[in-house]
C-alpha cells in the first residue's frame, strides 16, 4: 500500500471513481475496466490506471477491476468506511436544501447540526435536528467531534463563518459561498462552484 | 491556436484557472507565474503549463502570464466570453438559492426561466422572474434559444426532467439531484456532488 504523496489532483477523482463503482454495484455488476470507467468518466484509461497504481493494485491483466473489492478499498483510502459527522452554518434556502439532501449518508456524511444566526430560524426543527445558534457552535463542535463543515451562508458572512469553524476546530469546509475564503494551510477547503461546472460543458458548445 | 482534441480532463481544470485568475485580477495584481497558481490550486506547475499548451503559448519563460490576458483567452476559449441563457427546472429550496444565486453572472450565466409542476409555485416571482410550469419549457426552451440547464428536482424526477429537457433542445445540462441520469452522448452532463469534494477532504483527516 502506497497511499504517501499521491498528488492531490489524483485525490480529487477517487471519489469520481468510487461513485462510478458504487452505481455499477447497485446495478449487480461484478467486473469492471480502465475502458469502461474511462468511456462512463471521460477519463483516459491510461489516466484511471495510473491514478488508482498510486494506492495498490487493484485489477488483474485481462480481468478487470472486481468492482465491489475496489469500492471498498476507495472507501477505505478516502476515509469514508465510517460516517464523519458535520456540521452546516447557514439554514436559508440553500441550507435547507443541504439539510434535507439524500446524497450524503450514502457517501459517507451525516450533517448532525444546523447553525444560524437569525433568530426566528433558532429552534427550527429540520430532518430531526434542531436549528441552534451561531454561538454554540464551537461547543457543540467540540462535544460532538466534529471536523467536517459547510458553510452555506451569504458571501458576506462566508469568511467570517469560516473563522469561527475554524477556532471551533473544523479541519475541512465546504463552501458554497462564491468567494475565495482564507484559512491557514492546515485547513481543507474545497468549493461548490456550479458556474464553472457550467463553464466545462459550455467549451463544447 | 489548437483547441481541437484537449483531454475532457484538461477542459474541467479550465475554469479553476479562470476562477483563479479572475480573482487576481479582481485584486489588481497583473502578472502570476505556473508555480503561484500551483500554490493556490493544489495543482502541479507542469501540470498547468501542459494544460494551457493545449490551447496556445500564454506565458513567457522568466515573465509568467499576464493575468487579464489569459483570463479573457480563457473565457474565449471556454465561450464565455458572453452571457449563456439558463433554465432552471425545479423551485424548491435548492432551486430558490440557485435562482437568486450571485455567482452565476460574473461567469456568464443567467436563469432566465424556472419552471416547476407544484400548482402553487407557478407564478410565484423569484428574481425579477415568473416560476411557470413545467408544461411550458418546451415553447421557452425554443423561444429563448436556450440550450443550457439546470436540474434541481428530487431524484425521484431527475430522468423525468432531462428528458423533458433534452427533447426541448438543451445541449448541456447540471444534475444536482445525486442520482445518474442517462443522456444521448451528444448532450453534455455534470453532476454537482457535494459528497464527492467531503471525500476529497477527509482523505487527509
Known amino acids: 500500500m502506497v497511499s504517501i504523496e499521491a498528488p492531490d489532483i489524483v485525490v480529487g477523482r477517487l471519489p469520481i471513481y468510487l461513485r462510478a463503482l458504487t452505481f455499477m454495484a447497485e446495478k449487480g455488476q461484478e467486473i469492471t ?3 469502461e470507467l ?3 468518466l471521460g477519463i483516459s484509461s491510461a489516466q484511471i490506471r495510473k491514478d488508482l497504481s498510486h494506492f495498490g493494485e487493484f485489477g488483474k491483466q485481462g480481468t478487470g477491476y472486481e468492482i465491489t473489492y475496489l469500492r471498498d478499498q476507495l472507501k477505505r483510502i478516502l476515509h469514508v468506511e ?3 459527522p458535520v456540521a452546516l452554518v447557514g439554514y436559508g434556502d440553500l441550507g435547507h436544501a443541504l439539510a434535507n439532501y439524500a446524497g450524503f449518508a450514502p457517501k459517507g456524511f451525516e450533517i448532525v447540526a444546523v447553525f444560524d444566526n437569525a433568530p426566528h430560524k433558532i429552534g427550527q426543527q429540520v430532518a430531526g435536528k434542531d436549528v441552534k445558534d451561531l454561538s454554540e457552535l464551537p461547543k457543540v463542535v467540540r462535544e460532538q467531534n466534529i471536523r467536517v463543515a459547510i458553510i452555506a451562508v451569504p458571501s458576506s458572512a462566508a469568511q467570517e463563518a469560516a473563522d469561527m ?3 471551533a476546530g473544523i479541519k475541512a469546509l465546504l463552501n458554497y459561498a462564491p ?3 482564507s484559512v ?3 485547513i481543507q477547503v474545497q468549493y461548490i462552484d ?6 466545462h460543458m459550455t467549451y463544447y458548445l
Chains 1, 2 share one sequence.
Open 33 to 35: 475496466s480502465s475502458q
Open 38 to 40: 474511462s468511456e462512463k
Open 82 to 84: 465510517r460516517t464523519w
Open 165 to 167: 469553524l475554524v477556532e
Open 179 to 181: 468567494i475565495n475564503i
Open 184 to 186: 491557514p494551510s492546515s
Open 194 to 199: 456550479p458556474a464553472a461546472h457550467l463553464q
